[in-house]
């Protein structure tokens, strides 16, 4: 299973960037998918999440900016990232929760995009 993610890019802040990840792999079933990030000398935290139903998970810090939305057919997933903010800058990653067995799954990651925001 391979994950790439694209979209990172410098922007300026109030502006917008849609990320995208493709997951690969023969006959891959793909549970939940979300995106997480990193900021220099931070932890990894999750930004957002959605399930093959399309619920959706977001942090306090993005909700009504960041919309994640995903296409089941494609095992593709994006985050649309609005109203961005010097704070949101970070290395973005994606993550998605293949199922490898009856009952069991393994967490694949990307590679990570670079999301800046200049003030």
């Known amino acids: 299973v391979q994950l790439q993610a694209s979209g990172g890019g410098l922007v300026q802040a109030g502006g917008s960037l849609r990320l995208s990840c493709v997951a690969s792999?023969?006959?891959?079933?793909?549970?939940?998918m979300g995106w997480y990030r990193q900021a220099p000398g931070n932890q990894r935290d999750k930004v957002a999440s959605?399930?093959?139903?399309?619920?959706?998970n977001y942090a306090d810090s993005v909700k009504g900016r960041f919309f994640i939305s995903r296409d089941n057919r494609k095992n593709t997933l994006y985050l649309q990232m609005n109203s961005l903010k010097p704070e949101d800058t970070a290395v973005y990653y994606c993550?998605?929760?293949?199922?490898?067995?009856?009952?069991?799954?393994?967490?694949?990651w990307g590679q990570g995009t670079q999301v800046t925001v200049s003030s």
């Open positions: 993550s998605a929760d293949v199922w490898v067995g009856y009952a069991a799954t393994k967490v694949y």
């Open positions: 792999g023969n006959g891959i079933r793909v549970r939940e």
């Open positions: 959605i399930t093959s139903g399309g619920s959706t």
